[in-house]
């Protein structure tokens, strides 16, 4: 069994920072991609960032330049700093791993449960 568990949010005045990390636990052989991706209320789930086993990062357009994703893969841990928060990263962030449990079975997709990240404006 797989699990992700993501801390770090909380509330943050617009223009503040937080770093939000994501353990990923359990039966794990390799780790591919790991990335976050955030809720606002009324809107669909979208992808902020991902990083690959080979450190190839990609972000939404909304966050270049002030968010930065990172992994320890001693720690199978991930992260996300994210500066210069505004009003509009309101949302629920969720992380996100591609992985392989086993060497013979194929990779699968597991998400966290999810922390809030409210920005005041």
């Known amino acids: 069994q797989v699990q992700l568990v993501e801390s770090g949010g909380g509330l943050v005045q617009a223009g503040g920072s937080l770093r939000l990390s994501c353990l990923v636990s359990?039966?794990?052989?390799?780790?591919?991609?790991m990335g976050w991706y955030r809720q606002a209320p009324g809107k669909q789930r979208e992808s902020v960032a991902l990083?690959?086993?080979?450190?190839?990062?990609t972000y939404a357009d909304s966050v270049k330049g002030r968010f930065t994703i990172s992994r320890d893969n001693a720690k199978n841990t991930v992260y996300l700093q994210m500066n210069s928060l505004r009003p509009e990263d309101t949302a629920v962030y969720y992380c996100?791993?591609?992985?392989?449990?086993?060497?013979?079975?194929?990779?699968?997709?597991?998400w966290g449960q999810g922390t809030q990240v409210t920005v005041s404006s």
């Open positions: 996100n791993a591609r992985l392989r449990t086993t060497t013979w079975v194929a990779p699968s997709e597991h």
């Open positions: 359990g039966s794990i052989f390799s780790i591919h991609v």
């Open positions: 990083i690959t086993d080979g450190d190839i990062t």
